[in-house]
């Protein structure tokens, strides 16, 4: 029962986060969130464990747990390396990938549509997310690839946010269609180009 609560603990504490109800440098206390949640300390400690990979809560031994926000410059920042190392990925899948990694791009773009036609918001997310990880993991570089994979976790928050925009969900998916058709037409420049404005416009 634990191991099922803790991603959507980790949501909610995302959430609090990102729109201000939690402020930067404000301690979390184990036991008033398991009190809040009506849970015990495990699950409430393996939520903080996943918010500190993505960056936003920083734990220190004997000090705890606190939270981490990106200032607006740090965030538009991150966005910008983000498109472009997103857009070296693109550039490069479109000229490496074999049919295995092809079809792990389809099926992650098809999983979208998918979540699109249910008006899915909440499965959406995830099957972004890995459409965008299939690309990274098309370029047959491994470098890059765990790059790209730290920099999608730490900026991971903030791209599950502007999916909440209205509208949002329907253009990314749009955008995801330009993407793919640049790779499968082996265009690397104009996926490169697709990509960098895709990830751009999440910031």
Known sequence: MRGEQT??????????????????????????????????RTPIREALIQLSASGLVDIRPRRGAQVVLLGPRELVESFELMAEIEASCARLAAGRMGD??????????????????????????????????????????????????????????YRRLQLKVPRRVEASFAEHEAILEALFARDGALAAEQVRAHVLVQG
């Open 7 to 40: 991603p959507k603990l980790k949501d909610v504490l995302e959430d609090d986060i990102i729109s201000g109800r939690l402020r930067p440098g404000q301690r979390l206390d184990e036991v008033g969130l398991a009190e809040r949640f009506g849970v015990s």
């Open 100 to 157: 295995a990694e092809a079809e792990a791009i389809a099926a992650a773009h098809d999983a979208c549509r998918e979540a699109v036609a249910a008006s899915d918001d909440a499965a959406y997310y995830p099957a972004n997310a890995s459409f965008h990880a299939s690309i990274y993991a098309a370029t047959g570089n491994r470098v890059l690839l765990a790059e790209a994979l730290r920099l999608q976790r730490s900026l991971q928050p």
